[in-house]
C-alpha cells in the first residue's frame, strides 16, 4: 500500500511537472482555455455567492460571541474580515472548484481516455497533456483567483450584516477595527491559496481522468477519489502556508 502510494504521489509530481512545461510550449490551446474557463466560472460564480453568505455570518456571529464574552467586541470586525480573507474564502473556492469544475474535468477525460481518443491523440503526434490538461489547469488557477475576489467581498458584506443588525455592532467600529488589524499581505496571501488550490484541484481532477481503471464503473470512481483527494491536499497544503506566512509576515504592529 505504501508503495502504491508513493507510486501514485510520484506519478501526480510528474505530471505537474509536464504541465507546468506546456504552458510555455506552442501552439497554446486558447480557444480550449477560454470555454474551460468560461465552463468552470459558469458552475461555480452562483454557488461560491451563496455559500459564502451564511459562511461570513456564521463566524461574525462566532466571533462577535467571543468578543463580547472577553470584552473586546470592537475587534469583531476586524478578526471577521481576517477569518474571512485568509482562510474561508480560498477554501470555498477551491473545494467549489474540485466538487464541480474539478469532477466534470475528471469525468470528460476519463471518458475520452475508455473510448481510446487520447491514445489516438498520441499516435497522431499530439500530446493530450498539452492539448487537454494544461487549459483545464490553468482555467482552474484563473477561475480561482477571481473567484476569491467574490466570495471575499460577498462574505465580509454577510458578515457586515449580522453583526451589525443582529449583534447590535456600529458601522463605525466595524470598519476602524479592519483597518486596525488587516494589511495588503494578507489579501496576497489569499490569492496566492487561491492560485494554489486552483492548481491543486485542475491537476488531481486531471490525472484522476488520464488514469481510470475498470471501464465506466472506473471513470465514476475516479471522479470521486479526485473529489476526496483534492479535499485532504486542501487543508494540508491551506495549513502550511498559513504556518509559513504566519511566521514570515508580522501582524501589523507588532
Same mark, same amino acid.
Given at each position: 500500500?505504501?508503495?502504491?502510494?508513493?507510486?501514485?504521489?510520484?506519478?501526480?509530481?510528474?505530471?505537474?511537472?509536464?504541465?507546468?512545461?506546456?504552458?510555455?510550449?506552442?501552439?497554446?490551446?486558447?480557444?480550449?482555455?477560454?470555454?474551460?474557463?468560461?465552463?468552470?466560472?459558469?458552475?461555480?460564480?452562483?454557488? %461560491?455567492? =451563496?455559500? *459564502?453568505?451564511?459562511?461570513? $455570518?456564521?463566524?461574525?456571529?462566532?466571533?462577535? /460571541?467571543?468578543?463580547?464574552? &472577553?470584552?473586546?467586541?470592537?475587534?469583531?470586525?476586524?478578526?471577521?474580515?481576517?477569518?474571512?480573507?485568509?482562510?474561508?474564502?480560498?477554501?470555498?473556492?477551491?473545494?467549489?472548484?474540485?466538487?464541480?469544475?474539478?469532477?466534470?474535468?475528471?469525468?470528460?477525460?476519463?471518458?475520452?481516455?475508455?473510448?481510446?481518443?487520447?491514445?489516438?491523440?498520441?499516435?497522431?503526434?499530439?500530446?493530450?497533456?498539452?492539448?487537454?490538461?494544461?487549459?483545464?489547469?490553468?482555467?482552474?488557477?484563473?477561475?480561482?483567483?477571481?473567484?476569491?475576489?467574490?466570495?471575499?467581498?460577498?462574505?465580509?458584506?454577510?458578515?457586515?450584516?449580522?453583526?451589525?443588525?443582529?449583534?447590535?455592532?456600529?458601522?463605525? %467600529?466595524? =470598519?476602524? *477595527?479592519?483597518?486596525?488589524? $488587516?494589511?495588503?499581505?494578507?489579501?496576497?496571501? /489569499?490569492?496566492?491559496?487561491? &492560485?494554489?488550490?486552483?492548481?491543486?484541484?485542475?491537476?488531481?481532477?486531471?490525472?484522476?481522468?488520464?488514469?481510470?481503471?475498470?471501464?465506466?464503473?472506473?471513470?465514476?470512481?475516479?471522479?470521486?477519489?479526485?473529489?476526496?483527494?483534492?479535499?485532504?491536499?486542501?487543508?494540508?497544503?491551506?495549513?502550511?502556508?498559513?504556518?509559513?506566512?504566519?511566521?514570515?509576515?508580522?501582524?501589523?504592529?507588532?
Amino acid at each position: 500500500m505504501i508503495t502504491a502510494a508513493l507510486r501514485e504521489t510520484g506519478h501526480l509530481f510528474a505530471l505537474a511537472a509536464e504541465v507546468a512545461r506546456g504552458v510555455f510550449r506552442r501552439p497554446f490551446q486558447f480557444r480550449e482555455f477560454i470555454e474551460q474557463f468560461w465552463f468552470v466560472a459558469s458552475v461555480t460564480i452562483l454557488p %461560491a455567492a =451563496l455559500v *459564502s453568505i451564511p459562511f461570513g $455570518a456564521v463566524i461574525a456571529l462566532q466571533v462577535g /460571541s467571543l468578543t463580547q464574552q &472577553l470584552g473586546a467586541q470592537s475587534f469583531t470586525g476586524g478578526a471577521s474580515v481576517l477569518a474571512v480573507v485568509q482562510q474561508a474564502s480560498p477554501l470555498i473556492v477551491a473545494l467549489l472548484i474540485a466538487g464541480a469544475g474539478g469532477s466534470a474535468i475528471c469525468a470528460d477525460l476519463g471518458s475520452r481516455k475508455i473510448r481510446e481518443e487520447l491514445d489516438a491523440m498520441e499516435v497522431m503526434g499530439i500530446s493530450p497533456v498539452q492539448r487537454l490538461v494544461v487549459p483545464r489547469v490553468l482555467a482552474t488557477m484563473g477561475v480561482a483567483v477571481l473567484l476569491n475576489g467574490l466570495v471575499s467581498v460577498v462574505g465580509i458584506l454577510g458578515g457586515y450584516f449580522f453583526n451589525i443588525f443582529l449583534q447590535d455592532g456600529t458601522p463605525g %467600529a466595524y =470598519l476602524s *477595527s479592519f483597518s486596525a488589524l $488587516a494589511q495588503l499581505p494578507d489579501l496576497y496571501v /489569499s490569492e496566492l491559496k487561491a &492560485l494554489v488550490f486552483g492548481f491543486l484541484a485542475g491537476l488531481v481532477a486531471a490525472y484522476r481522468g488520464l488514469n481510470p481503471r475498470g471501464g465506466p464503473k472506473g471513470v465514476g470512481d475516479a471522479v470521486n477519489q479526485s473529489v476526496v483527494i483534492t479535499f485532504l491536499l486542501l487543508f494540508f497544503v491551506n495549513m502550511v502556508m498559513t504556518s509559513v506566512y504566519l511566521q514570515i509576515v508580522p501582524p501589523k504592529g507588532g
